[in-house]
């Protein structure tokens, strides 16, 4: 994906969460840093500018509410969690980059139910390279891309990156 397939995929998505959240002003969207929280911030200014109100933003780490945290070699970079609260009545939708097993959106609930019982949680994810591994599914998703095991996608933000935005597959390659 280029830069304009990104952003046609970003539109796509805002716009389906303004169909199916009618109440726009009780929408956070929190990313899960680096890339989840800008392309939040993205989506956001998009729903803006459709003419609907500014929905809420916030970044959710994950780091300490990963199952892996004990069998990593080094302990992951803790981040900032910043969500408006209170989350009571207010429907959470977190955003990511690329969602593959399932993992990350599974600590990334845990580290929102540490801040508040949200009404109700969504994932949007910019890619589903599919491989799952819990029983969770995005409610809003970019592009599909099915990958084998071995593979790998790699995108890159301009804001975040310093590169052009992309997005493309590494293939594993045989000995």
């Known amino acids: 994906m280029d ?9 796509r998505i805002a716009h389906e969460i303004v169909e199916r959240n009618p109440q726009l002003d009780t929408v956070i969207l929190a990313g899960i840093p680096s890339r989840g929280v800008e392309i939040a911030g993205r989506l956001a ?16 780490d994950v780091s300490m509410h990963r199952d ?28 990511d980059d690329v969602f593959f097993t399932g993992r990350t959106v599974r600590a990334a ?3 929102i139910s540490s801040f508040g019982r949200p009404a109700r949680i969504q994932l949007a994810a910019l890619i589903d390279r599919g491989h799952r591994e819990l029983p969770i599914r995005g409610d809003y998703v970019g592009k599909n891309l099915p990958t084998a095991p ?25 000995a």
Do not use: C, F, H, N
């Open 150 to 174: 071995g593979e790998q996608v790699r995108l890159r933000l301009e804001d975040v990156d310093g590169e052009p935005d992309a997005v493309w597959l590494i293939k594993e390659e045989k």
């Open 45 to 60: 200014d998009i729903i803006e500018s459709l003419g609907q109100p500014r929905v809420g933003i916030g970044a959710i």
């Open 68 to 95: 892996d945290i004990g069998t990593r070699p080094e302990l992951p970079r803790v981040q900032a969690s910043t969500l408006p609260l209170p989350l009571e009545g207010k429907t959470v939708i977190i955003v």
């Open 109 to 111: 609930m845990d580290a």
């Open 3 to 11: 830069a304009a397939a990104i952003d046609r995929a970003l539109r």
